[in-house]
């Protein structure tokens, strides 16, 4: 398996690969492809990276910018990462995460947010923070990841693509 940035001719395989990952995903509304493909339009795709394997996309994590109501800047959400679900837990939205995470901090990220599940995220250092929220989400389930000792703090907004 290789992972490598999107390439414009990418565009359509991520499409239908992020729609049949989140198909019977619990805690979905199906539109994770759509928030994708807004993000594209709109510019605000940070970093796409694919899982390339025999020469098919298998896997795709996006990152794009977030606004912290305090003003900082530098920080990023993650998501969606879709799998193909025949290759769902062989590790490959794990390197796509890692190296995702890798590669923002090398661009000076200050830090990454994401909607999910602790029990997964924390195995890459992310960690719920009563200091850094987003509406209507249970704090726990609300985690950040600082590429430093300085934390953000304040309320989280996602760009636009990812409400329609």
């Avoid at 992972?3 to 199906?30: N, Q």
């Avoid at 928030?35 to 098919?56: F, H």
Wanted: aromatic share 10%; with cysteine.
């Amino acid at each position: 398996m290789m992972i490598r940035p999107e390439k414009p001719e990418d565009a359509a395989a991520i499409h239908r690969l992020t729609e049949i990952a989140f198909k019977d995903a619990p805690h979905s509304d199906g539109t994770e492809h759509l928030i994708v493909d807004r993000l594209r339009m709109a510019g605000a795709l940070t970093l796409s990276l694919v899982a390339v394997e025999a020469g098919e996309v298998v896997g795709h994590v996006a990152f794009s910018p977030v606004q912290i109501s305090s003003g900082e800047d530098g920080w990023y959400g993650l998501g969606p990462v879709s799998v193909l679900p025949a290759l769902q837990r062989q590790g490959i939205g794990s390197a796509l995460i890692r190296q995702g995470l890798s590669d923002l901090s090398v661009l000076g990220a200050r830090g990454c947010v994401l909607l999910g599940n602790p029990g997964y995220y924390e195995r890459f250092g992310f960690e719920a923070d009563p200091n850094l929220t987003l509406a209507d989400v249970p704090p726990e389930y609300f985690l950040r990841k600082a590429f430093s000792p300085v934390y953000a703090g304040g309320a989280v907004t996602y760009h636009p693509g990812f409400y329609g």
